[in-house]
């Protein structure tokens, strides 16, 4: 009995790895350049109010690093809330987003953390939607334009990725001999 108890511990312990590598969702990091002369100040002040522009709520801003924080934000998708009112499973969605400056690259990053909690009490990363893409490089603009910087261009780190072509059909004919 004890063989067979192992082999079922193992299993569950083999399962949880790969729930938890599976699960695993790299949020990405969206930067652009800024002007070398451009002060950390008006930078952090651009973001917080690009930020403000998209209903986030500011947690912190600070001035000496370079670094602007969101509080979370409930980002349920539309079509979630219409599920949701004929059903009675329940979900959150919640996103904070961190923008930081880095003097040496003069770089403006942004880094969005997008979760959803579907109650079993865990949050768990989950991948942005293209309208949240679209909404933080409408961010990344925004602050750039303030700044009288260039808007382009915007490079997302891993980058995104495009879907794949359909594999062309097979070309080959059989005939029945």
């Not at 590598?21 to 002060?39: F, H, K, L």
């Not at 979900?91 to 040496?104: C, E, F, G, L, Y």
């Not at 261009?153 to 995104?160: G, H, L, V, Y």
């Amino acid at each position: 009995m004890k063989g067979k108890s192992t082999i079922i511990f193992s299993f569950a312990i083999l399962m949880l790895i790969v729930s938890i590598i599976g699960c695993a969702v790299i949020m990405p990091t969206i930067r652009a350049e800024y002007p070398q002369e451009t002060s950390i100040s008006d930078i952090t002040a651009a973001a917080a109010l690009a930020l403000q522009n998209h209903e986030f709520s500011i947690a912190t801003v600070n001035d000496n690093i370079g670094v602007v924080t969101t509080n979370w934000k409930d980002v349920k998708p539309t079509s979630q809330k219409v599920f949701e009112a004929f059903s009675s499973r329940r979900s959150s969605w919640r996103m904070m987003i961190t923008v930081a400056i880095d003097k040496q690259t003069k770089q403006i990053n942004l880094k969005p953390i997008k979760q959803i909690n579907s109650g079993y009490g865990s949050w768990d990363n989950a991948k942005l939607g293209e309208d949240e893409k679209n909404m933080l490089n409408e961010i990344l603009k925004e602050i750039l334009t303030a700044i009288n910087a260039p808007t382009t261009p915007i490079t997302w780190e891993p980058p995104q990725q495009e879907p794949k072509p359909p594999k062309p059909e097979s070309t080959e004919t059989f005939s029945e001999e």
